[in-house]
């Protein structure tokens, strides 16, 4: 089993829509969570933590399922300059940077 | 302006030859690290660094080597024993290594001529 893994979509939706996407990770013991954006041949751009209690940042609201292990990004009313990829990044507990992993991605494209 | 800067853009590298991408930020930041994305692929570390005058492999190191002489600046040279070189090269820098979120530079694409 992959550490980080990400449904690679990709997501196409309409704008207005609500999307969601999940991410599994395989250490019960990590500690940190956060989604990133990348937009095609761009690099990768902070988009939010993840807090234990959930967190939400205008249309845009993480989760975090410790007894399930994943995370999960809800974008609501979608626009079209949401479409990117959204990576999802995992800090696990060995105090060394080794302990950051990337997910793959998922794609979103939002149709007009 | 406070951020990472990484050039050049765009870089062509013959065979048998080592090219050197530069890496550079002003935010203080302790830890600075090397990453290497190929397409429809994620992020996969190639070397990183926490203090200045220290820096240890990540999961792909072969063919790659880096130096950290200065808090700045953490280049990245690509050597002629990395077969397959061509990819999106990307620098970030955190405040620590210990549950910090990185910062991007806007990355550097290297292609074999």
């Known amino acids: 089993r992959k550490e980080v893994e990400q449904d690679p979509g990709p997501f196409n939706v309409p704008e207005g829509a609500t999307v969601a996407f999940n991410c599994t990770y395989s250490?019960?013991?990590?500690?940190?969570f956060f989604w990133y954006r990348q937009d095609c041949r761009k690099e990768p751009k902070l988009l939010m933590s993840v807090y234990s209690s959930g967190n939400e940042d205008g249309r845009f609201t993480a989760q975090l399922n410790r007894a399930s292990q994943y995370i999960s990004l809800l974008i609501r009313d979608s626009k079209l300059s949401d479409s990117a990829t959204y990576l999802c990044v995992v800090i696990q507990p060995s105090g060394s940077a080794r302990q950051l992993t990337f997910g793959s991605g998922t794609q979103l494209t939002v149709l007009p | 302006d406070g951020g990472i800067t990484q050039s050049p853009k765009y870089l062509f590298r013959k065979e048998g030859q080592n090219v050197t991408l530069s890496c550079e930020q002003n935010l203080n930041h302790d830890a600075m690290y090397w990453y290497r994305q190929d397409p429809g692929q994620g992020l996969r570390l190639i070397y990183y660094?926490?203090?200045?005058?220290?820096?240890q492999k990540g999961d792909i190191a072969e063919g790659y080597s880096v130096s950290r002489e200065k808090k700045e600046s953490f280049p990245l040279t690509v050597t002629s024993a990395q077969k397959n070189p061509t990819a999106f090269y990307l620098c970030?820098?955190?405040?620590?290594?210990?549950?910090?979120?990185?910062?991007f530079g806007d990355g550097t694409r290297l292609s074999i001529l």
């Open positions: 970030a820098s955190s405040i620590s290594t210990i549950n910090q979120p990185q910062h």
């Open positions: 250490n019960s013991a990590s500690q940190s």
């Open positions: 660094s926490q203090i200045v005058n220290d820096f």
